[in-house]
């Protein structure tokens, strides 16, 4: 049974940080690159950050360049992003992703529930 249960979501001051983490299971976590997406009230979910299957390469949207951190850690089966800076426009639903990125997994997609992180003074 696949799971992304994410974790760390919350209540923070403008300024301030959170850490996110998703916990995987029920795949071959190193199989699949690692997105972080959020969708806001109203809006469209969009990519925040992407990892790739190793860690060897990452993307950041724009409006989260200098702030937002992706890491994964394959022997936790965990991938996390490290928010700094926060600002009241990153309040949003935030949701893990799992994408097939090696041969026989390909075209497989997993989503997690999502976390609230809500920014506000």
């Known amino acids: 049974q696949v799971q992304l249960v994410e974790s760390g979501g919350g209540l923070v001051q403008p300024g301030g940080s959170l850490r996110l983490s998703c916990a995987a299971s029920g795949f071959t976590f190193s199989s699949y690159a690692m997105s972080w997406y959020r969708q806001a009230p109203g809006k469209e979910r969009e990519l925040v950050a992407r990892i790739t299957r190793f860690g060897g390469s990452t993307n950041n949207a724009d409006s989260v360049k200098g702030r937002f951190t992706i890491a994964r850690d394959n022997v936790k089966n965990t991938v996390y992003l490290q928010m700094n800076s926060l600002k009241p426009e990153d309040t949003a639903v935030y949701y893990c992703?799992?994408?097939?990125?090696?041969?026989?997994?390909?075209?497989?997609?997993?989503w997690g529930q999502g976390t609230q992180v809500t920014v506000s003074s």
């Open positions: 992703n799992a994408k097939g990125a090696a041969w026989g997994v390909m075209g497989y997609d997993y």
